[in-house]
């Protein structure tokens, strides 16, 4: 029953505001920074691949959000294999021009697999924040790049710090 009422409450929202769902095609590059007992270790950059989609809500005349939920694979030789993610970046944007935006916001990310690591205990969530610009080519065709820094530790050890900062180029269709 509290489904049913949740997702009424949803569709509601959704067609009662004016609001404008999507879809996004990413590409991602990933640079790790490993922090252990004083030394500080940038690794290898690595890429990926993300499909999304988006939510568009108008908050005021120049203010809008934009949730979105982004599946991540990312192809890496340090993890033998891929390593796939959920994000949810939710960046507030300002309107520059009609077609110019700045953008920013938190940026949750789940880790949908482990890396295995004998030595190494990982945590399958993080925090990050959202910094980027965005523009419309069309009413319906958009780019956006962001760079999202990390906040949290992705190891669950007192000793040691992993951050992964993500430099994130979109494109994007509104429906």
Not at 94 to 111: K, R, W
């Amino acid at each position: 029953m509290k489904t049913i009422f949740f997702i009424t409450m949803f569709m509601s929202v959704s067609f009662s505001v004016n609001a404008q769902w999507g879809f996004t095609a990413n590409y991602l590059t990933a640079t790790p920074n490993l922090e252990y007992d004083g030394f500080s270790i940038d690794g290898e950059s690595y890429s990926g691949f993300g499909v999304g989609v988006t939510y568009l809500l108008d908050v005021t005349g120049e203010i809008q959000a934009r949730p979105e939920l982004i599946y991540i694979n990312y192809s890496t030789s340090e993890f033998s294999s891929s390593y796939s993610t959920l994000t949810l970046p939710l960046p507030l944007i300002y309107t520059v021009t009609d077609d110019l935006n700045i953008q920013a916001g938190p940026s949750l990310t789940y880790a949908l697999d482990e890396i295995s690591d004998n030595d190494i205990d990982n945590s399958s969530s993080s925090i990050g924040f959202v910094l980027g610009a965005g523009y419309s080519f069309s009413e319906k065709v958009y780019g956006q790049i962001r760079y999202i820094p990390q906040l949290t530790n992705s190891v669950n050890d007192p000793d040691a710090s992993l951050k992964i900062n993500n430099l994130v180029f979109t494109v994007g269709y509104n429906l």
